[in-house]
């Protein structure tokens, strides 16, 4: 049986790509894994929260540019 991923996960339907504190998790989580027994600076630790807060605004920002498009091709079908 195919499982139908969520838009706003993803590729692996399991990280919110809309929610800050998991894009931040995750890649909080991606740099132990990559850097293992390091511990994250504050300094990085800070970067790597302005990159999360980077990641989310993007995507919603592409998702909203989607739905215009959308929108203004249900308006106006001629443009299709």
Do not use: K
């Not at 919110?16 to 600076?41: C, K, P, W």
């Not at 919603?60 to 091709?73: H, K, L, M, Q, W």
């Amino acid at each position: 049986m195919i499982q139908h991923r969520r838009n706003e996960f993803d590729v692996t339907n399991r990280i919110n790509t809309t929610d800050h504190q998991q894009v931040f998790a995750e890649v909080q989580r991606t740099y132990h894994d990559l850097f293992q027994g390091q511990a994250i600076s504050p300094a990085l630790s800070q970067a790597l929260g302005d990159a999360a807060n980077y990641i989310v605004a993007s995507i919603r920002v592409i998702a909203s540019a989607i739905r215009i498009i959308t929108t203004f091709g249900m308006l106006c079908p001629t443009l299709r």
